[in-house]
């Protein structure tokens, strides 16, 4: 089994910074993709960012420039780093592991609890 679980959320005021963290953990193998998810109030959730195993990043369009995705060499370990963040950025932040290679008896994808993040003055 994977287990995936998120923490740094919180409340930052507007034009601040947020370092989120995100750690998997048991049948991980070498190739996996994490991401960071984010879904606000009466909205869909959406992507902001994934690396690879391999360190290649992709961030959606409105992400860049303001946020980072980075991994700890050698783990299933990510961090968000979100700068000059606004109030359009509060919602529940949720980090995914995903497996490419099929493996009998573990899913494609595990879900992290999700870390709330709320920016207001």
């Known amino acids: 089994q994977v287990q995936v679980v998120e923490s740094g959320g919180g409340l930052v005021q507007p034009g601040g910074s947020l370092r989120l963290s995100c750690a998997a953990s048991?049948?991980?193998?070498?190739?996996?993709?994490m991401g960071w998810y984010r879904q606000a109030p009466g909205k869909q959730r959406e992507l902001v960012a994934t690396?690879?195993?391999?360190?290649?990043?992709n961030y959606a369009d409105h992400m860049k420039g303001r946020f980072a995705i980075s991994r700890e060499n050698g783990k299933a370990t990510v961090s968000l780093q979100m700068n000059s963040l606004e109030p359009e950025d509060t919602a529940i932040y949720y980090c995914?592991?995903?497996?490419?290679?099929?493996?009998?008896?573990?899913?494609?994808?595990?879900w992290g609890q999700g870390t709330q993040v709320t920016v207001s003055s």
């Open positions: 995914k592991i995903h497996f490419p290679v099929r493996v009998y008896g573990r899913n494609d994808d595990y």
């Open positions: 048991g049948d991980i193998f070498e190739h996996y993709i």
């Open positions: 690396i690879t195993h391999g360190g290649t990043t």
